[in-house]
């Protein structure tokens, strides 16, 4: 049974590095990008330079957040989060290298300095250029009331959510930080992501080539199948849940 390989794997690691996508928080209600229902079968995603380059744009990006926010502030971890939790109790995950956005593994209870953040955090704001940072209750009740994007109040800078869009440069430290995670790791996996958004990608590729084993738990084919010791498409949430209950 794939299970029994599955816990196998994991029970003879000792240094497991855990790397989500979007797919591990579709069960808690937020879509992810490339599924039929997912973000992308509505609104392409606003690149970096036109957010900067142009205030219809930054428009556009705070009411799709706005809108999208009412779905991500109502979201609870599900169980897939909450079984990366338990086990990141007992011990043997060294870190969370998340792509997602939407703090629901620390909602989970695992520490937040075990929780790699790769495309930042869109639970708060920041200025772009003194990185002051900004609640979002403030600059919704601004944005209804003058239907402007929001600047900073300390230098005039242009607020963003801390989140990393496409075209926009990863953050130093989290590269680094995932770097030396999955260079120490005897296990990594691949749970709900596509493996389509580079470098992001990277991290599975460096981990197999270092001599860790890895496993990639997704409902459909990706990319890196064939990189695998072990693939498992199935329901994330069900099948952590059978595995570690
Ligand atoms: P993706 O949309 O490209 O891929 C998600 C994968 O998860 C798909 O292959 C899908 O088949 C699979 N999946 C979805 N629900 C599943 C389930 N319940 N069980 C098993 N598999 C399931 O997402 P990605 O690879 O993370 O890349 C997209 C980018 O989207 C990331 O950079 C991330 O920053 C951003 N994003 C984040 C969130 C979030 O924070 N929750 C939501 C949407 C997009
Ligand atoms: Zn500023």
Redesign the pocket.
């Known amino acids: 049974m794939i299970i029994d390989s599955f816990k196998e794997i994991v029970d003879e690691s000792s240094n497991i590095v855990i790397f ?9 209600g ?6 039929p229902t ?3 079968s509505k609104n392409q995603p606003i690149e970096f330079q036109d957010f900067l380059s142009s205030e219809e744009m930054r428009v556009e990006f705070w009411k799709r957040k706005f809108a999208i926010d009412v779905t ?1 502030s109502q ?1 609870k971890p599900n169980s ?1 989060h909450m079984v990366i939790a338990k086990l990141s109790k007992s011990g043997s995950i060294s870190n969370v290298i ?5 703090n ?1 593994h620390q909602d989970s209870g695992i520490p937040s300095n075990k929780v790699i953040e ?3 955090n ?1 639970t708060y704001a920041k200025c772009l250029d003194c990185n002051f940072r900004v609640e979002l209750e403030t600059i919704k009740k601004n944005f209804e009331d003058t239907k402007k994007p929001p600047l900073c109040s300390k230098c005039g800078g242009i607020i963003k959510t801390a ?2 869009s496409f075209g926009q440069s990863m953050p130093e430290d989290e590269m680094r930080r995932a770097q030396e995670a999955t260079l120490s790791c005897d296990l990594f996996i691949v ?7 580079y470098p ?2 990277n991290f599975p590729i460096l981990a197999k080539k270092n001599k860790s084993k890895l496993v990639i ?6 990319d890196l199948d064939t990189y695998a010791d072990l693939v498992i ?5 069900s ?1 952590l849940l059978n595995s570690f209950r």
């Open positions: 989500t996508g979007a797919g591990i928080s579709t069960e808690s937020i879509p992810d990008f490339r599924s997912g973000i992308w991500i979201a897939g998340t792509q997602n956005i939407d629901l790769l495309h930042g869109t989140t990393i749970i709900g992501s596509s493996l389509k958004v992001a990608a738990l997704n409902r459909e084919k990706t498409h199935d329901e994330i949430g099948f």
